[in-house]
């Protein structure tokens, strides 16, 4: 079993940047694919971004490609998601997933294991 907790969400000004951090326990996760996901009231989940077990391949969706990047320290048994140039749009709780299998994917429901989320609010 994997264990997934998010932290470094928070209140922000929209053009501002926010590094969000998710570390795994229970076991090492170096050959997972990790991805975050976000989710508005009323509305799915939305695919972010996700990164391969070797790190060397990612994927984001389009409306964050270029302001958002994940990354991976399996020496910490850890995934980020730096973001940049924050928008209103933006606004959302984020989750951070697990993939024991070995391919990318932007589909939640590939992913095994999951955090509880934190939020992010991008606000003037």
């Known amino acids: 079993q994997v264990q997934l907790v998010e932290s470094g969400g928070g209140l922000v000004q929209p053009g501002a940047s926010l590094k969000l951090s998710c570390a795994a326990s229970g076991r090492s996760v170096s050959d997972h694919t990790l991805g975050w996901f976000r989710q508005t009231p009323g509305k799915e989940r939305e695919f972010v971004a996700s990164?391969?077990?070797?790190?060397?391949?990612?994927d984001y969706a389009d409306s964050v490609k270029g302001r958002f990047t994940i990354s991976g320290d399996m020496t910490k048994n850890a995934v980020y998601l730096q973001m940049n140039s924050l928008k209103p749009e933006d606004t959302a709780v984020y989750y951070c997933?697990?993939?024991?299998?070995?391919?990318?994917?932007?589909?939640?429901?590939?992913?095994?294991?999951w955090g509880q989320g934190t939020q992010v609010t991008v606000s003037s």
């Open positions: 990164i391969s077990s070797s790190g060397r391949n990612t």
């Open positions: 997933a697990a993939r024991s299998a070995g391919r990318l994917s932007r589909v939640g429901s590939e992913y095994d294991y």
